[in-house]
């Protein structure tokens, strides 16, 4: 995934104290079987294997489980209650996301919305460096 910003794991960096500091260890990926749909999660740890020859990179994660769409542009989940960790190749990665802990048990996810992405500078008044896709 190449973009302005790296997907990091969850240990990789020490947490900090500051509440407004930003993570980048959120991410959408496509299902690893083919099937359709996208799967969410907050990545744990990144392993390179090496299997016949061929070297795999791995990411270790939480996933989100029982996410629904209640409304076309909202996603929503909740985080496994005991310690639930899966296993994936990177290369199912499409992009990070934000994320927003409710009120209720409901993580919310946050993407930027489509239409941002057809905006010009003047029409969006800044520079849309931050809003490429990645």
Not at 24 to 40: T, V, Y
Not at 54 to 79: A, D, F, H, N, S
Not at 104 to 111: A, E, G, N, P, R
Request: glycine share 10%; net charge neutral; hydrophobic share 35%.
């Amino acid at each position: 995934m190449t973009g302005k910003y790296t997907l990091e794991s969850r240990y990789g960096k020490p947490q900090s104290s500051v509440k407004s500091s930003r993570y980048h260890r959120w991410f959408e990926a496509s299902q690893s079987n083919g099937q359709p749909g996208c799967i969410f999660g907050e990545s744990v740890a990144f392993y390179s294997i090496g299997i016949q020859g061929q070297t795999k990179l791995i990411m270790v994660y939480i996933p989100l489980e029982k996410v629904q769409t209640p409304l076309p542009t909202v996603v929503r989940g909740k985080w496994p209650s005991s310690n639930k960790l899966a296993a994936m190749e990177t290369v199912h990665i499409q992009s990070l996301v934000g994320i927003w802990k409710a009120g209720s048990d409901y993580v919310y996810i946050l993407q930027k919305h489509p239409s941002l992405l057809g905006l010009t500078a003047a029409e969006y008044g800044t520079d849309l460096g931050d809003f490429e896709e990645e």
